[in-house]
């Protein structure tokens, strides 16, 4: 048994802790800075945007970081996730590898972030925070905010990405329901949603903008915090129970992956699966290979420059030292709305970095592709941000097959598809096409990096 799984469990197999790779790592991680005076920040200066539970947790240097009881208690109604052997896909593709998938589809919200939302909802309440702000682009993490928030009567106050709240309807009923209040953005309520409107009133919004909102709106008010849903330390920290759960659950099916597989948007399911397996590599255990992968129209880890940049557009957040395309940069359109992103989580670029995890990007169509193999053969339509880790694993797969090696492969099905059949319609009828980024609207966006942190 593994020293991580000796820590971790309870008796209901629920994980007691999460796991923080910080304390794992030869080096800490780069200093954040403050936007204004490119100063280390210190807790202060995040205090009016989060609850101090998790400032706490963002710097951090525990190994193990105990999960609160009412937070298990919610999270114990999808958890532990299933995780599943693929025989009828390993049939599919005549392979000897054994492949395995950790299932995130089944939280209520269909994919992995509830898993953070829970967490950062109680931390806000426990401290008395009436109401919490937030961004989301395809819908996912709002409607798992919102969520989260009634189980804590929370407000909730969700900036949705202006061509996702027209696109998405749907989603945006599913936090309504909840009653959370869902704004297009840009809009009129902030300083940072106006100017853009101003210079272009039929911006349709981008994540960079919709943080600006969020972040604007949640520090105009003393009763108000604001949730991020991926990129943070604390996020990636609430995540790894999908990768605690998973040493447990293979070590049942009396196996141990040689892969490990994840898609990376801001690098949160990611991480969640994988950082307790490279913690166990680590700490003198088996050596595994590990491989983020990320689209190819916003290649954020295999094009992107290891610097400090802001996660937003107006330049409101902290700079990070993190891959980034740079904050001006707005990625071509394409159906994995949950991987537009133009930074990577800090801990995720560090590991990269550090080369533990070996990063790739593949095409949508290829995405799509594989998608459609996985669920003909599994019976679950992956969401087009989770296709990415079904690509590679196939691509794994059959690299087994041509070497003749029986490797044991794990991937993260980080949520399903349902919500998002208007992708697969568009697929289906051969609509979908590989649109290239502008090399130069690249490059433009990497020289306006910002240089006084530069060092
Ligand atoms: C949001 C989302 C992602 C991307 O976010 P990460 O922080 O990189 O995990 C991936 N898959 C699904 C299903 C999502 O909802």
């Not at 954040?32 to 400032?55: G, R």
């Amino acid at each position: 048994m593994s020293d991580t799984i000796k820590y971790i469990l309870s008796e209901d197999f629920l994980p007691t802790a999460w796991y923080n790779i910080v304390a794992d790592l030869p080096e800490q991680p780069p200093t954040v800075l403050h936007p204004v005076t490119a100063q280390p920040i210190t807790p202060d200066d995040l205090a009016p945007l989060f609850p101090m539970a998790v400032i706490e947790q963002e710097v951090s240097t525990e190994r193990y970081i105990d999960i609160p009881k009412p937070v298990r208690d919610i999270l114990r109604q999808w958890r532990p996730a299933p995780l599943y052997r693929a025989r009828r896909l390993e049939k599919m593709l005549d392979t000897p590898a054994r492949i395995y998938y950790k299932y995130e589809g089944v939280s209520p919200a269909g994919s992995h972030k509830p898993n953070t939302a829970v967490a950062q909802a109680f931390y806000s309440k426990e401290e008395g925070v009436k109401r919490i702000t937030t961004e989301t682009g395809a819908g996912q993490w709002g409607s798992s905010l919102a969520f989260a928030g009634t189980f804590f009567d929370l407000e909730i106050e969700v900036f949705m990405v202006k061509v996702s709240y027209q696109q998405k309807p749907y989603r945006r009923a599913f936090m309504e329901s909840f009653g959370a209040s869902c704004i297009a953005s840009p809009s009129e309520l902030t300083a940072s949603g106006r100017a853009v409107l101003e210079k272009n009133p039929e911006s349709t919004g981008s994540l960079g903008i919709a943080i600006s909102e969020a972040v604007e709106s949640a520090v105009q008010r003393d009763d108000t915090k604001y949730a991020l849903g991926s990129v943070l330390n604390h996020v990636l920290l609430h995540q790894t129970i999908i990768g605690l759960e998973a040493i447990k659950q293979m070590d049942m099916a009396n196996d141990y992956p040689d892969i490990v597989i994840g898609c990376t948007g801001g690098g949160s399911n990611f991480a969640g699966i994988a950082f307790p397996f490279i913690g166990e590599k680590l700490r003198g255990g088996r050596d595994i290979k590990t491989i983020a992968v990320e689209p190819a129209n916003c290649p954020t880890l295999t094009k992107g420059k290891y610097a400090y940049d802001f996660g937003d557009t107006a330049s409101l957040t902290p700079l990070v030292k993190m891959h980034t395309l740079g904050s001006g940069f707005v990625p071509p359109g394409f159906h994995a709305g949950g991987l537009r992103y133009h930074g990577m989580a800090p801990l995720v670029s560090q590991v990269v970095d550090l080369g533990y995890v070996a990063p790739r990007s593949y095409a949508q169509l290829k995405c799509f592709e594989a998608g459609i193999q996985f669920a003909k053969a599994e019976g679950i339509i992956p969401a087009p941000e989770a296709n990415h880790a079904v690509a590679a694993t196939i691509e794994e797969a059959l690299r087994c097959k041509e070497e003749g090696r029986s490797e044991a492969i794990l991937f993260n099905l980080s949520g399903h598809g349902n919500y998002d059949m208007q992708a697969y319609m568009d697929y289906s009828a051969g609509k979908l096409y590989d649109q290239k980024y502008s090399e130069e609207e690249l490059a433009m966006a990497l020289s306006g990096l910002p240089t006084a942190a530069a060092g």
